[in-house]
C-alpha cells in the first residue's frame, strides 16, 4: 500500500494551495481518508477527514470554512483544498487512510500514512 501526497509549497498569506494523495495497492473505496499536519517542534494533528464514499466529512476548528477535504474514488486520490492560509497553517501535510468506518481524529485509527508534503504560508 502507497500513499503519495503532493501540491505542497511555498504561499503568501491569504492564499491558496490545493493537495492530492493518490493511493496505489489500496482499494481507496474501502477507508476513509484523513489529513494530519506537523509542524517543527509540536505533535502531529488532525485536519479534516472524509467518509468512504465521500458523503461525509469533518474538520478541525482551526481550518474550519477554511479547508476542504474531498475524494475521488475513481482516481483512488484525496484532495485538500486549502484557502484563506495563515502562517499557522505551516507544516508537513500528511494524508492517511482509516479500516474505521466512523470519521476519527486520532492518528493511531489511521493504518496507512502518506510520506508528507510541506506547505510553507510566508507573512
Known amino acids: 500500500v502507497q500513499l503519495q501526497a503532493s501540491g505542497g509549497g511555498l504561499v503568501q498569506t491569504g492564499g491558496s494551495l490545493r493537495l492530492s494523495c493518490a493511493g496505489s495497492?489500496?482499494?481507496?473505496?474501502?477507508?476513509?481518508l484523513g489529513w494530519f499536519r506537523q509542524a517543527p517542534g509540536k505533535e502531529r494533528e488532525f485536519v479534516a477527514t472524509i467518509s468512504r464514499s465521500g458523503d461525509s466529512t469533518y474538520y478541525a476548528d482551526s481550518v474550519k470554512g477554511r479547508f476542504t477535504i474531498s475524494r475521488d474514488n475513481a482516481k483512488n486520490t484525496v484532495y485538500l483544498q486549502m484557502n484563506s492560509l495563515k502562517p499557522e497553517d505551516t507544516a508537513v501535510y500528511y494524508c492517511?487512510?482509516?479500516?474505521?468506518?466512523?470519521?476519527?481524529?486520532?492518528?493511531?485509527?489511521?493504518?496507512?500514512w502518506g510520506q508528507g508534503t510541506q506547505v510553507t504560508v510566508s507573512s
Open positions: 492517511a487512510a482509516r479500516v474505521l468506518m466512523v470519521a476519527s481524529s486520532s492518528p493511531h485509527n489511521y493504518k496507512y
Open positions: 495497492r489500496i482499494r481507496f473505496s474501502a477507508y476513509g
